[in-house]
């Protein structure tokens, strides 16, 4: 036989996994040896798909189809080290993670072209920069800059208005003169086009945003302008972190503090943990901020404080009773608005609410063992708590004081919108929620009604806190705190606190500010008002005292089925096998909160560690089709 022939009938196999698919991977043959990470395409059922070689075979002992098509992109070997991180840790399939990660494309050029194209770039990143001038740091700024950039990692904890954009932006510039490119995240509502001009007035086409709502046309254009080296920073939601960047020098988790950095989805994963996770692996420097960071990464990581707002103004804080829009704040609302002056209002949610509290204290209904309120569950007649699962029944008197009868509805925005449509004549409402905010044009043309003072005052839900800019507002009215501090989560407390901070920060940013703060307990949040470094430290004691992430690590399963007994039944199985594992606490097991989605019947186990490990080896012990498993979760409800 001709050696040609020979050598091209000769088989290597692959391992594949299938890109977006839960499946486990498949064997293929091809002609030639193929590197690890390479994309290629494969027939599965008679249709064409996309998927990455894993790894080469000594042989196969069946039958393999052949590999169809090699495409001109992979993923390099951090990628793939990352890929097998987040199956690993968030419990996804190989194939669901590699599709989270963008590949690079095949590159076939000499180095004396590659080193012409890096002075290039360079280049043309200090012409772009010298443009313009940079933000002038004041003294605060410097030194906290100068802390920083010494670390490979640390948290810059800002108030509000202390200028940290201006603080990543000179870091940036600096990293970019050095042949370097960045990452910044951001929560996706804070992806505005006003953050893209910022960004653009001194980084021009070098910078470009990123996130879902971005057309296939659009993010091919992105990616072609990273490959050929003119888009060096990315701006964008959690899906920015995974961007083909090279030469990576800097990522910024800014709001780091926001939940929406973790995927509700499979896989699972938080984007500001891995940010820290891919800063390692590729020897970049990470930046956590907020002006409220969380107590998990106030405890974790060196902190470098921003204490003094760039424009200085005061801010009088009042505590108001009551559970609605009271004679009190419609009287402040009409006197700002005969002013000229802006207002925003916030509601804690659209919908009903679905605990138990007292009208005469302000109290929650709150779990005999957890300290935390327990859901109203109408249906079944009872209460139960979403953290333990400890039951009783509906209760008609509050614990605390007597009062009867208990409630469990309060107001929502558009309630809000009306009584103050009526109280006061010829005000203009901005409805700021998200069954008024809807589509990214909605988000701008509202955020120009309100810079351009056309809306009066802002109603809305947390939409409210998630770093727009609102230069003109004087008065801050919070609402429904209480409710927050008293829900089924360990972070209950942690999230009113700081949302009271994200709030009340909105206002003030130009010229002196009044906050209302609704409230039946003002001493739960006096010590706080000016200094919330105060209540991280007495948070951080508590978790640590009452074995609560970050000093322990919990996993959250979820099991569904359409027939209830048999969602039951597996969960009593699952319980039986996790209860081998002695290293490890079962905190609860039962119904979830929501009982039924979709015709299917859903039931939670609730695992706690102290250590990892064990935490991770009874998961995979369980990992398990029609389990889903969520690795530090941020939501129990």
């Known amino acids: 036989m001709d050696p040609a022939l020979e050598a091209c009938e000769k088989k290597y196999y ?47 002992s069946f039958d393999t189809l052949p590999i169809k098509q090699l495409l001109d992109y992979h993923y390099k070997e951090w990628q793939q080290e990352s890929a097998r991180f987040i199956a690993g840790y968030y419990f996804s399939s190989l194939g669901e993670s590699f599709a989270q990660i963008l590949p690079y494309p095949i590159e076939i050029r000499n180095k004396e072209n590659a080193s012409k194209n890096k002075v290039s770039k360079e280049g043309k990143a200090l012409k772009t920069i010298q443009d313009v001038s940079l933000p002038e ?25 202390s200028g940290k954009t201006e603080l990543y932006i000179t870091r940036m510039a600096e990293m970019l003169t050095k042949g370097k490119n960045c990452i910044l995240l951001m929560p996706e509502i804070a992806l505005t086009p006003q953050m893209e001009r910022r960004l653009k007035r001194y980084f021009q086409e070098s910078v470009a945003l990123w996130h879902s709502r971005l057309s296939k046309k659009k993010k091919e254009e992105i990616l072609e302008g990273i490959h050929e080296g003119r888009i060096r920073i990315v701006a964008g939601a959690r899906s920015a972190l995974f961007v083909p960047l ?4 800097l990522i910024i988790v800014d709001e780091e503090h926001d939940d929406s950095y973790k995927a509700m989805t499979r896989p699972r994963y938080h984007a500001r943990d891995l940010a820290l996770y891919i800063g390692k692996q590729r020897e970049a420097q990470v930046w956590l901020a907020s002006a409220t960071p969380s107590v998990a990464s106030f405890a974790k990581h060196p902190v470098v404080r ?10 009088e804080y009042r505590f108001v009773p009551g559970d609605t829009l009271t004679p009190t704040i419609l009287d402040a609302l009409a006197s700002n608005y005969r002013r000229g002056e802006q207002s925003l209002v916030f509601v804690p949610t659209r919908a009903n609410f679905k605990y138990l509290w007292c009208e005469a204290c302000g109290r929650t209904h709150t779990c005999p063992y957890c300290s935390v309120g327990m859901s109203l569950h109408r249906r079944r007649r009872h209460l139960r708590c979403h953290h333990c699962h400890y039951t009783e029944p509906i209760r008609e008197n509050c614990l605390h004081c007597g009062h009867a009868p208990l409630k469990s509805d309060r107001i929502g925005t558009e309630e809000v919108i009306e009584l103050i449509e009526r109280a006061i004549p010829g005000i203009r409402v901005e409805q700021f929620d998200k069954d008024a905010i809807t589509t990214p044009g909605k988000l701008e043309k509202a955020l120009r009604r309100i810079e351009k003072g056309e809306s009066d005052v802002i109603v809305g839900t947390q939409m409210l806190s998630k770093g727009h800019d609102y230069p003109n507002i004087t008065l801050s009215v919070i609402t429904g705190l209480d409710y927050l501090s008293g829900m089924g989560d360990y972070r209950a407390r942690e999230r009113a606190v700081a949302l009271l901070h994200q709030i009340s920060g909105r206002s003030g940013r130009n010229k002196d500010a009044l906050i209302l703060i609704q409230s039946a307990h003002p001493e739960e949040y006096e010590p706080y008002l000016h200094d919330y470094e105060n209540f991280l430290r007495e948070e951080k004691e508590f978790r640590r005292l009452g074995d609560y992430p970050p000093f322990t690590h919990l996993a959250r399963l979820l099991i569904a089925h359409k027939e209830e007994n048999r969602a039951a039944e597996k969960t009593r199985t699952l319980v039986a096998t ?30 706690r560690g102290k250590n990892r490990k064990p935490l991770l080896q009874a998961l995979h012990a369980v990992n398990e089709r029609g389990v889903e498993i969520d690795m530090d979760p941020v939501e129990f409800s």
């Open 246 to 249: 090279k030469d990576l020098g």
């Open 578 to 607: 996790l209860q081998k594992f002695s290293q490890i606490e079962i905190v609860g097991s039962g119904p979830a909160p929501l009982e039924r989605i979709a015709g299917k019947y859903r039931y939670t186990i609730l695992l």
């Open 14 to 60: 692959f391992d594949v996994v299938i890109l977006r698919s839960a499946a486990p991977s498949l064997t293929y043959h091809y002609h030639q040896k193929l590197a690890p990470g390479q994309i290629v395409e494969v027939e599965v059922k008679g249709h064409r798909k996309k998927a990455v070689i894993l790894r080469q075979c000594e042989t196969a």
């Open 137 to 161: 740091l004041n003294t605060y700024q410097q030194r906290a800059y100068t802390a920083l950039c010494k670390r490979k990692s640390a948290l810059l904890f800002g108030v509000t208005g």
């Open 306 to 315: 921003l204490k003094e707002p760039y424009i200085r103004t005061k801010k």
